[in-house]
């Protein structure tokens, strides 16, 4: 498997988009929403139809993650319709780049395919500003020298880039590369070449309409290995794995993971590996996610903490959708630090003290204001001091500070979340720690605030969290673009990326919830404070699968979770492991799709049949949970009784009939009629119910022997006694019971 693969965050995110806005009213992607046809027809049975215009959109239409010029959000909106914005933040960022260059006099030039819509609506945002190339070889006609400003297509391999600008400086231009290639696509790229280069067959798993996919294909092949292209398992040749050891598996940024599951449990099958937990594909995924932050969000310094740069004014284009410059982390930040910095280096206060010794210990003092005035001065602005609260005002909180003086936190200073009321912050009598403002001698008036206490006192208590790796519980104050506001004694910022170990389209419902997390960068001087819950939640998986691998054994019986159903099984995650449940061992009987059983979430237990340490597999089974119905099959259908039963199946030498789940018996062709018979469908049809007699059972062999002509003999026999029986005695009647008795007797 390479190290990277399946949907990128771009693409994850507009499907996550869609699916969740399906189910709100009529919603339509203009054009395919990503390149893979098989998740647009998914999305399209769920409610998104892709369209090719907007005359033929009725209330929300989607942009996809390519992207679209200005003039089609200026006719959505003169149209009337909402528009969902799902252009790749990559994508986003390449234009926002392109319009930067440009406004600053560069000539733009765009490295990438012309034809490809990503290009084509960026080219519309220049405006004419821009002009389009596919690699070096077509520069020749371009100006000689000047400034150029260079821009790539997201999917453009870096090489082309880094030639073009050679090419560029050669003819001495005088060139400035803004690199907006995604991370993503480079790095499937690069394990691609990694795989091929280790395998004998490479399957490269996408749709051919997809150029990220095509590129895979051509590195695998590059390498001199056998490469083929598949959009899932049913185009798997068996005839290529003859002979090989070894077999590749890479896909594409726009290709699901479930597409990625099934080929690889196809691949295990006809290389005879049956029944394989296909774990090693979850957690590959779940890895890329809990390392790969700069896939997740673009890799520039604002877009990574969730901010999104602002685009020069001059730019703008009539009918863009407008882009807030939110500043999630830092707002509030700057007069706090200021007022910091006015503040007298720590030691000063009690250095300032310490050079006036004892004059006040010989004095007699007997004027109460020369006496508070000289307790003031020993507090100077930016100081920490503790105090308890003595009342709670409508205009603030007195504190007495243990001076002459009371001080008082005004309410816009008591803390940083909003409230209605200042006793839920602090009551009387509380003990906390407040920053000196100001301390004015004449008026006699101290300042204090307990927010700005409170964030001095939070950076060093962050700080220190982040060196132990500390766990933090913080409550969401609000949602904000690409994540959510903590109060963490200051304004903390979770990235949607951070929240949870998958993916977040709605993150509303968090705000008022406490949040698990972790800080993962913290920048004092910069006001920058960004955490993760998903780390926490990755370590504490990490250490139950630790738990769960030291102590698991073949035969235990465990409580799971159904994770996902496919057509050849479940996947159960076992305490963060998970594990391959088999249609075949999912019930005693016949089972012809796992969803006739399970639904995902469901809690089941399981035993363990088969452990691979090595390949991290699992093994599991549900029917070993139950009685096996044939244990007691003998004292339910003894030899001789006549029981009633359901067709299966037919076979060439009879038909199965289940006699109840699980015990399923056979009619042999001799013994479905009097009559000489060739086939069992000339007798029976599937489904049909009939009743048959039990011939012999054995089940330690978990087989029975039934009998349809005996059933029917005994049928014409007993008939034929009551006719006797009833009277009429005819000469024939003696003949007839000889019959019937040498019938009986042989």
């Known amino acids: 498997m390479a190290r990277h693969f399946g949907f990128c965050f771009g693409v994850e995110r507009a499907v996550h988009m869609a699916r969740e806005a399906a189910g709100r009213g009529p919603l339509a992607s203009l054009g395919p929403l990503i390149h893979n046809r098989r998740v647009v027809a998914e999305l399209e049975a769920a409610g998104v139809r892709w369209v090719s215009a907007l005359d033929d959109v009725e209330g929300t239409v989607i942009f996809r993650t390519h992207g679209v010029g200005p003039s089609l959000y200026e006719e959505a909106r003169r149209r009337g319709l909402e528009v969902l914005d799902a252009t790749c933040p990559f994508v986003r960022r390449a234009r926002e780049e392109a319009l930067r260059l440009a406004e600053q006099g560069y000539r733009v030039l765009v490295v990438g395919d012309p034809s490809h819509p990503e290009i084509q609506a960026l080219v519309e945002w220049l405006q004419g500003r821009a002009t389009v190339v596919r690699?070096?070889?077509?520069?020749?006609?371009?100006?000689?020298?000047?400034?150029?400003?260079?821009?790539?297509?997201?999917?453009?391999?870096?090489?082309?880039?880094?030639?073009?600008?050679?090419?560029?400086?050669?003819?001495?231009?005088?060139?400035r590369v803004a690199n907006t290639i995604c991370t993503a696509t480079a790095q499937r790229q690069q394990a691609a070449r990694e795989v091929a280069a280790q395998s004998d067959l490479v399957l490269v798993v996408g749709d051919p309409g997809s150029a990220n996919t095509r590129r895979l294909l051509e590195i695998a092949r590059e390498a001199g290995c056998a490469t083929?292209?598949?959009?899932?398992?049913?185009?798997?040749?068996?005839?290529w794995l003859r002979e090989v050891d070894t077999v590749g598996i890479v896909a594409g940024a726009s290709t699901p993971e479930w597409a990625i599951k099934e080929v690889v449990a196809k691949v295990q099958e006809l290389g005879g590996e049956d029944r394989k937990d296909l774990e090693g594909v979850s957690e590959q995924a779940a890895g890329l996610e809990a390392t790969l932050l700069t896939e997740r969000e673009p890799a520039t310094p604002v877009a990574s903490l969730g901010q999104e740069e602002e685009v020069p004014e001059a730019t703008e284009e009539p009918g863009a959708p407008e882009v807030e410059a939110e500043d999630v982390t830092a707002q509030g930040e700057a007069s706090v630090t200021d007022a910091a910095a006015e503040a007298p280096v720590e030691g000063e206060a009690a250095d300032a003290a310490a050079e006036a010794p004892g004059e006040g210990e010989t004095a007699v003092v007997e004027d109460e204001a020369v006496l508070l005035e000289e307790s003031l001065a020993l507090l100077q602005p930016g100081d920490l001091v503790q105090g308890r609260v003595m009342e709670v005002t409508p205009e603030g909180v007195l504190v007495d500070v243990g001076y002459k003086s009371e001080g008082i936190i005004p309410l816009g200073e008591l803390a940083r979340r909003r409230f209605n009321s200042p006793e839920e912050i602090v009551r009387p009598g509380d003990e906390i720690t407040v920053y000196v403002l100001s301390v004015d001698n004449q008026e006699q008036v101290l300042k204090l605030s307990k927010k700005r206490a409170d964030e001095i006192l939070a950076w060093d208590g962050l700080k220190q969290a982040r060196d132990e790796g500390r766990v933090l519980e913080a409550e969401v104050i609000q949602e904000v673009k690409g994540g959510l506001v903590v109060d963490v004694g200051l304004r903390g910022f979770v990235p949607a990326s951070q929240i949870e170990r998958g993916y977040v389209q709605d993150l509303s419902k968090y705000v008022g919830k406490k949040l698990?997390?972790?800080?993962?960068?913290?920048?004092?001087?910069?006001?920058?404070?960004?955490?993760?819950?998903?780390?926490?939640?990755?370590?504490?998986?990490?250490?139950?699968?630790?738990?769960?691998?030291?102590?698991i054994a073949e035969g235990q019986i465990l409580t799971g979770t159904v994770k996902s159903l496919t057509d050849f099984g479940a996947f159960i995650d076992v305490g963060g492991v998970d594990g391959l449940l088999h249609v075949s061992e999912m019930s005693w009987g016949r089972v012809n799709h796992p969803s006739e059983v399970l639904q995902v979430g469901q809690e089941v237990n399981v035993m363990v049949l088969r452990l691979d340490r090595e390949k991290g597999k699992i093994s599991l089974g549900l029917k070993q949970t139950m009685s096996d119905p044939w244990q007691s099959v003998q004292e339910r259908y003894p030899v001789g009784s006549v029981v009633t039963g359901r067709v299966t199946r037919l076979a060439p030498f009879g038909a199965f009939v289940e006699l109840e789940p699980g015990v399923e018996g056979l009619v042999h062709l001799s013994e479905l009629s009097s009559d000489r018979v060739s086939r069992a469908d000339e007798v029976l049809n599937v489904g049909e119910e009939v009743k048959v007699k039990v011939l012999r059972v054995r089940s330690h062999d978990r087989r029975i022997g039934l009998s349809l002509r005996q059933v029917l003999q005994d049928q014409e026999r007993a008939e034929i006694k009551r006719f006797l029986s009833s009277g009429n005695t005819a000469p024939l009647s003696t003949a007839v019971s000889e019959v019937l008795n040498n019938k009986e007797s042989h």
């Open 228 to 239: 083929h292209l598949v959009q899932g398992a049913d185009e798997i040749d068996a005839g």
């Open 516 to 551: 698990r997390l972790k800080v993962i960068e913290l920048e004092r001087s910069k006001g920058r404070c960004i955490l993760s819950q998903r780390v926490v939640l990755e370590e504490e998986r990490r250490r139950k699968r630790e738990q769960t691998w030291a102590t």
């Open 135 to 175: 690699g070096p070889e077509e520069i020749g006609g371009l100006p000689a020298a000047g400034r150029v400003g260079l821009v790539a297509q997201t999917t453009l391999p870096a090489g082309i880039l880094e030639s073009v600008a050679s090419a560029l400086r050669e003819r001495g231009a005088e060139v």
